[in-house]
C-alpha cells in the first residue's frame, strides 16, 4: 500500500525545497505530515473528505490547516479533496440536503428543482453562493457537515480496515512463499 502511494506522492524533500512552502517553514517538518503509515494516510483521507465539502476554493488550504494541526499526511489530505469538483459536487450537496431533511424530519418546503446551482462567474460568485446556501434552509444546514462528518469517519475507518487487509494479506502471502522454499529445499 506505501509503495502505491509514495508513487504518486511528491517526496518531503520536493516540497520543502519549493518557492511555495518556504514560508510556512518549521510547519512543514513534522514527520507524520510526510511519513506513509496506516495512521497518518487514514487521516489525511479523513480530511480531505472532510474538507472537500467547503464551498469554493478554501477546500485545500483547509485541508493543509487540519492536516498540519492534527499532523497526518498532507499530501494524501490535498488530494482527497479533489473527489468534489464541477460534475460531483451538486449531487454531493443534494445527499447533504436529504441528509439534513432525514435528520431534522422534515423538508422545509424546498423542492430539488432549487438545489440547482444559480448562474455564477468569477465576478459574482462570492455574493450568490452564500444567498443560495441561506435559501436551502435548515436541512442543508444540518446535512452539510453530517454529510462531512460521516465521509471523514467512513473513509478513516475503511483506509484503516483496508490497510490492514492488505498487510495481512501480505504476511500471509510471504509465509506461504516461505513455506514453499522450505518444502522443497
Not at 3 to 14: C, G, Q, V
Not at 58 to 68: G, K, P, R
Request: aromatic share 12%; net charge positive; glycine share 8%.
Amino acid at each position: 500500500m506505501r509503495k502505491l502511494f509514495r508513487k504518486h506522492l511528491p517526496s518531503h524533500e520536493s516540497i520543502r525545497q519549493s518557492r511555495w512552502a518556504r514560508p510556512f517553514g518549521s510547519w512543514l517538518h513534522h514527520p507524520n505530515l510526510w511519513h506513509l503509515h496506516r495512521r497518518s494516510v487514514a487521516g489525511g483521507v479523513s480530511i480531505g473528505l472532510f474538507t472537500g465539502l467547503i464551498p469554493g476554493p478554501l477546500q485545500m488550504i483547509s485541508a493543509a490547516i487540519l492536516a498540519v494541526l492534527f499532523r497526518v499526511n498532507l499530501p494524501v489530505a490535498l488530494f482527497t479533496t479533489l473527489y468534489t469538483n464541477p460534475f460531483t459536487i451538486l449531487p454531493l450537496y443534494v445527499v447533504a440536503y436529504e441528509y439534513g431533511a432525514l435528520v431534522i424530519g422534515h423538508h422545509n418546503g424546498v423542492t430539488p428543482a432549487r438545489l440547482v446551482l444559480p448562474e455564477m462567474d468569477w465576478s459574482n460568485w462570492l455574493a450568490v453562493l452564500p444567498q443560495w446556501f441561506i435559501s436551502l434552509g435548515k436541512p442543508f444546514a444540518v446535512g452539510l457537515p453530517l454529510l462531512a462528518l460521516t465521509l471523514a469517519l467512513v473513509g478513516y475507518v475503511v483506509v484503516r480496515v483496508l490497510w490492514r487487509g492488505v498487510v495481512v494479506w501480505e504476511w500471509r502471502r510471504r509465509g506461504a512463499k516461505r513455506r514453499r522454499v522450505n518444502d522443497a529445499g
